[in-house]
């Protein structure tokens, strides 16, 4: 996990940077394409982050959440940016960010733990495969480098090829899990279940990406980690706190602005090396479509992901929108999913690093197999 309590133990960003320990990588990489993969645990609301304000269900579903995409970025007829992602927004002007709706892993059940699992092992279920994809990615990269900011190796990097990781604390990996699972434990009870939300909401107030300033210090970490010609090609940023139960709209916004600043200071620390670089963002599902009693939403299916830096050929939602009317709904509760996520994922990779695209289906997602999107997603 990647949190501003572990920012803040470093000082400020800068002295951070020049106190970081060296990261040891194996031999030198071969290629200047770089790839991040920031997950968003918790769930994140894709119906908040990318507003589908053209469909006539979306204000009475979201009611107040609805209220928020007013002053969000209008990216055409149908959906409009979370206001609180205004840089990102610039990203999309400069066609260096695309965005993808109403997509999904082969996971549809509600466990945060199984869902995770699914979309880090690139299996077709829950404990299923026991490496990760990104992992399995580096072995198409001759003397590709990859490094996790976490504590312990995320499982979409663990496998046979040799990653590093690096964490400047040393906070145990356990903690944000052992909160998600009570949380889980907790949500069926009327007692517990509201006293656990407020602590939570206290705790969010505290740390995580969800301030500008830990955003920016973990986007510059991860720049300095991928810069140069001895830097990681492949890395991933864990961030946590997208578990909106209950006062989404304030807590949302705080995530997005961390994300936001995050990319910000990616962009600016790597350079011309941005050109290069593809970052994608991706949670394990989506939240349900209607708001619930305490202003928040619950686990649901379909969600939102991310593809931005300067190789991406942005400019453009990508989305297969399935409505929002009760009959459209999945279960009667979620967004539908229309896109496959292990398809964009084997898609963009196969396309940034030059790769066969089946072959790159098969290796990373071996059960799904996936079909290629015909859309370009990267600049040729």
């Known amino acids: 996990m ?15 940077l020049l106190a970081m320990p060296k990261v040891t990588f194996a031999a030198g990489a071969r290629t200047e394409k770089r790839f991040l993969f ?3 645990r918790g769930a994140a609301d894709g ?8 469909d006539p269900a979306f204000a009475g579903l979201r009611g107040d959440l609805a209220a928020e995409a007013a002053t969000g970025a209008k990216l055409n007829s149908m959906f409009t940016l979370h206001p609180a992602l205004a840089e990102t927004a610039k990203l999309y002007a400069q066609r260096q960010a695309l965005f993808v709706h109403a997509v999904a892993s082969p996971y549809r059940d509600r466990s945060h733990f199984d869902g995770q699992n ?5 299996g077709a279920g829950a404990y299923r495969v026991k490496d990760g994809w990104m992992n399995r990615l580096l072995g198409e990269l001759p003397g590709g480098k990859a490094v996790a900011l976490a504590p312990t190796v995320p499982l979409a990097l663990r496998g046979s090829r040799p990653v590093a990781s690096y964490a400047p604390s040393n906070i145990p990996a356990a903690a944000d899990d052992l909160l998600l699972r009570i949380g889980d434990l907790y949500e069926q009870d009327a007692q517990l279940a509201p006293l656990w939300s407020e602590a939570q909401a206290a705790r969010m107030k505290a740390g995580d990406i969800g301030t500008a300033r830990g955003g920016a210090a973990a986007g510059a970490l991860a720049a300095k980690l991928m810069s140069g010609a001895d830097g990681a090609r492949v890395a991933m940023i864990e961030t946590n706190g997208w578990d909106t139960h209950n006062g989404q709209r304030g807590r949302i916004a705080a995530q997005l602005r961390g994300l936001d600043a995050m990319v910000t200071s990616l962009r600016a620390g790597l350079g011309t090396a941005w050109n290069d670089t593809l970052v994608l963002v991706a949670t394990e599902f989506g939240r349900t479509a209607r708001v619930n009693g305490t202003g928040g939403t619950d686990h649901g299916t379909g969600a939102s992901a991310m593809l931005l830096g300067g190789a991406v050929a942005g400019g453009k939602v990508v989305a297969d929108w399935p409505g929002l009317s009760d009959a459209s709904l999945y279960e009667g509760r979620d967004l539908k999913p229309t896109i496959d996520l292990d398809a964009l994922v084997a898609t963009a990779l196969a396309q940034h690093f030059g790769l066969d695209p089946v072959r790159s289906s098969v290796l990373l997602f071996p059960e799904t197999r ?3 999107l015909s859309q370009p997603l990267m600049r040729g």
């Open 2 to 16: 990647f949190d501003r309590r572990n920012i803040l133990q470093l000082g400020s960003v800068g002295a951070a």
């Open 38 to 40: 920031v997950i968003q």
């Open 47 to 54: 119906l908040a982050i990318l507003a589908p304000t053209g």
């Open 118 to 122: 699914v979309l880090e092992s690139g």
């Open 370 to 372: 996936p079909k290629a």
